[in-house]
């Protein structure tokens, strides 16, 4: 069974930083794509990040392009995002998630939806406020 667990979050004021940790079970993160998305009551699920099989290729929605970093670590199993610069739009429930589809279909193309996803973590509250 995969498991995904996620860690960090919080709030902080504009202009600040945060980090979100992915640790994974189950399953290596190394041999598929791996994204965060976001989920806000207003605008709904929305892609943040992605990384696909090999790494080479990571991906960023341009609202946050800049600003996050993502990573993996083979080695741990974990997915990472490193926020920086966070600002009000920001605040939302950040989820790493395994897709069906590799990312490269998908992510500039299309509103993410829950079934495009194996596998989900519980979710991260990122509260951006002054």
């Known amino acids: 069974e995969v498991k995904l667990v996620q860690s960090g979050g919080g709030a902080v004021p504009p202009g600040e930083s945060l980090s979100l940790s992915c640790a994974a079970s189950?399953?290596?993160?190394?041999?598929?794509?791996v994204a965060w998305v976001r989920q806000t009551p207003g605008k709904g699920l929305e892609w943040v990040s992605g990384?696909?099989?090999?790494?080479?290729?990571?991906y960023y929605a341009d609202a946050v392009k800049g600003r996050f970093t993502i990573s993996r670590d083979n080695a741990k199993n974990t997915l990472e995002l490193q926020m920086n610069d966070l600002k009000t739009e920001d605040t939302a429930v950040y989820y790493c998630?395994?897709?069906?589809?590799?990312?490269?279909?998908?992510?500039?193309?299309?509103?993410?939806?829950?079934?495009?996803?194996?596998?989900w973590g519980q979710g991260t509250q990122v509260t951006v406020s002054s």
């Open positions: 998630a395994i897709p069906r589809q590799s990312l490269i279909f998908t992510f500039h193309h299309r509103q993410p939806k829950r079934d495009d996803f194996n596998a």
């Open positions: 189950g399953f290596p993160l190394v041999s598929a794509d």
């Open positions: 990384i696909n099989v090999g790494g080479r290729d990571t």
